[in-house]
């Protein structure tokens, strides 16, 4: 029996983005495969059509695969017989192109696996949310962080009322990297994600302050009633923000806040969440993703580790795949994401409808979420911290 059930095979995984030099996308062709339900077979690789093809042979993928635009390969792919053509396409490019990429696809009937942030404005992610509900496709997207194990139990944790009410949350996602202005070398990932006509409306809150503020909404499913944030600019020169703090409101009177940072001197990539309820407190660090703690008042600390004990929730030790002791981390949480997404593409595959508000993976109402908090941010921040709406019809539990 194949792993992919009644499909009977392995998937064929597209990969838009990824060229040499590139980062997340090697990530992506990593996570997907490493369960051996899928298998990239095409891509389209760059911007630059020589350089996608030069770049097939770094992935082993067939030249006459390897296409010079997203365009082209769809209407190459497309003609393709099902089980030969891609089952799904891994979208790993700038932030401004996913959702032109996103929309081409879904249309297609293709099922698509987006890095985030979802698309470059709010409007488009609810039109992205329409057409993957008009069109069926499977869409998924990475936020990676919810593929923890330990991130899973904390989620379980507080589903399972062992925090009691959650009160307080603090989340982070600290960096050092743009300290300088390596935009002004050229320095490729550095260069995007500073410029306001490829990353959108906020720099670092965009680019990683969404992580945060997901995982916030993840592992403690509350939902969000209003936010005060103020971004700055620290670098002299720099066209968006580079570090920002936001106050969250939640619906029943939980407060929140999410603080970003690319200027913080020796930090790499520090994103931790700590929660408060009125039984007991969770702390988390993903540069420490094998511990979770656990606090009680008159009670010593708990560290929970993936060790399988009677403690571990079924969610968490379904994402673990080694035993406890044996670090697991970034690829492998990332590949959890894909295990989720790959179940919903076997379904759709047997013609069993997918829904975007139950999904175990991150989907497009996650995403919307993340473009909603983003564009509030900014008006927030812009307002002189005033205090606006963060509720969102599209916004799930
Ligand atoms: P990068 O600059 O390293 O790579 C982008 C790649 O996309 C390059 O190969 C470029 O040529 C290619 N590209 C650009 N336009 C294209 C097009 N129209 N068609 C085909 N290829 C095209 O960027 P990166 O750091 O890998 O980030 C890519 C995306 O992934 C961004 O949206 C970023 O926010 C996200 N990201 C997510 C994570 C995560 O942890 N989930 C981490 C890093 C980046």
Redesign the pocket.
Known sequence: MSLNGSLGRTLNMGL????Q?????KVHSVAACLDNRAALVAG?????PA??KASASDYGVDASRAYG??LEMIEAELKLPLGKRVDFVSI????H??FP?AKAFCESGINVVC???MTFTLAEAEELREIVARTGVVFAL???YTGYPLVRQARQMVLDGLLGEIQAVRSFYIQGWLRTRLEEGGQ??AD?RTDPKKSGAAGCFG?IAT?AYNLVRYITRLKPSEVSCSLKTFEPGRKLDDYGTAILKFEGGALGTVTASQISHGRENDLWIEVDGTLGALEWHQEEPNKLLFRRNGQPHAIYTRSGGSYITPPSAAASRLPAGHPEAFFEAFANVYVDAFDAIVKRAAGVPVSDQDSAYPNVADGVDGMHFIEQCVGSSQKGGAWVNLSHSACRS
Do not use: C
Request: net charge neutral; no cysteine.
């Open positions: 838009i983005g990824g060229g030099g590139s980062f997340i996308g389209a690789f760059s911007s630059d350089r996608s635009s997203y790993a490019t700038p932030n192109t996913h990429i890095d985030k942030p990475t936020h990676n490729k990932q995007w680019d992580h």
